[in-house]
Nanobody
């Protein structure tokens, strides 16, 4: 069973940083486009960041651009989300997701297009 497991969430103060990790259970994920999404209480799931299978292309939601950085370590089958200058409005459950396609260039930014999802990790930012 293919799995994505997120970690690194927690309770932090505004202005600080966190790094989320998403570990994939199989090496095939090293070439899949992947992304981070989040869902705040009472809101719909929204796109945060995406990275191509080769790691050379990235895209961010306007709300996190300049503060968050997505990256991947293919040797470790892991995708990261470095979150700096956190704000209370960043509070949400963060999910990583993967699109099952062997493509080193394409970015996937829509949740309905993703094939695999982790269970999420909670990030709470206090003011």
């Amino acid at each position: 069973q293919v799995q994505l497991v997120e970690s690194g969430g927690g309770l932090v103060q505004a202005g600080t940083s966190l790094r989320l990790s998403c570990a994939a259970s199989e090496p095939t994920f090293s070439t899949y486009p992947m992304g981070w999404f989040r869902q705040a209480p009472g809101k719909e799931r929204e796109f945060v960041a995406a990275i191509s299978g080769g790691g050379g292309n990235t895209r961010y939601a306007d709300s996190v651009k300049g503060r968050f950085t997505i990256s991947r370590d293919s040797a470790k089958n892991t995708v990261y989300l470095q979150m700096n200058s956190l704000k209370p409005e960043d509070t949400a459950v963060y999910y990583c997701a993967a699109k099952a396609v062997w493509d080193t260039i394409v970015l996937v930014t829509t949740s309905y297009a993703m094939d695999y999802w982790g269970k999420g990790t909670l990030v709470t930012v206090s003011s």
